[in-house]
């Protein structure tokens, strides 16, 4: 059984940095690219960044640029997403996603498995 297990989310104050994890067990994503995506309430699941599987690729949305960071750990079967200079925009529930063949992906219906999802609230 294939699962993306997330964490790291939770409340920070406007300015302040959070590391989010999703990992993986089940199969090993190490041949595949992954993605971060996040749902704020009321809205659309939108994508934020993807990485290809060697981790030497990453693409991000306009709205992630020059602030998250997305990196994996192939060893530990894990993804990261490092976020900081957080805006209250950022809140949202946080999903990783898996896998791709090559990035960019930014639709989620080119992801097959899917993570719970990890809430992030940043306050003003």
């Known amino acids: 059984q294939v699962q993306l297990v997330e964490s790291g989310g939770g409340l920070v104050q406007a300015g302040g940095s959070l590391r989010l994890a999703c990992a993986a067990s089940g199969r090993t994503f190490s041949n595949d690219g992954m993605g971060w995506f996040r749902q704020a309430p009321g809205n659309e699941r939108e994508f934020v960044a993807a990485?290809?599987?060697?981790?030497?690729?990453?693409y991000y949305a306009d709205s992630a640029k020059g602030r998250f960071t997305i990196s994996r750990d192939n060893a530990k079967n894990t993804l990261y997403l490092q976020m900081d200079s957080l805006i209250p925009e950022d809140t949202a529930v946080y999903y990783c996603a898996a896998p791709v063949q090559e990035i960019p992906r930014t639709g989620t219906y080119e992801y097959d498995y899917w993570g719970q999802g990890t809430q992030v609230t940043v306050s003003s």
């Open positions: 990485i290809s599987p060697s981790g030497s690729s990453t």
